[in-house]
Nanobody, 123 residues
């Protein structure tokens, strides 16, 4: 599967952005999907994940209550709605996919990665 992330940009603190990740192929619904981010000088970290049918969701503590992950299997797309953005949310955001059912929070839980989209939050 090939992944293409989009939707990043420059936003003021307290604002919102919606990231999208479009996947190629006809078996998108077979993949669990995740969003990760990497801030300057920091390691990449898990942000959110969603199971193949969307029934199970995972969020990092730092984004709970502010970010929402969702997917549309008919459109081969996963979304990350980001509200109440903070300067510390500034990072390159990556989407990831994997066929394995278990494991959502580690980079090694995903075999396929998109190219990343930059989110910059200014105060």
């Amino acid at each position: 599967v090939q992944l293409q992330a989009s939707g990043g940009g420059l936003v003021q603190a307290g604002g919102s952005l919606r990231l999208s990740c479009a996947a190629s192929g006809r078996t998108f619904s077979s993949y669990k999907m995740g969003w990760f981010r990497q801030a300057p000088g920091k390691e990449r970290e898990s942000v959110a994940a969603i199971s193949r049918n969307g029934g199970s969701l995972y969020y990092a503590d730092s984004v709970k209550g502010r970010f929402t992950i969702s997917r549309d299997n008919g459109k081969n797309t996963v979304y990350l709605q980001m509200n109440s953005l903070k300067p510390e949310d500034t990072a390159v955001y990556y989407c990831a996919a994997d066929l394995r059912v278990y494991g959502v929070g580690l980079e090694t839980d995903y075999d396929y990665w998109g190219q990343g989209t930059l989110v910059t939050v200014y105060s």
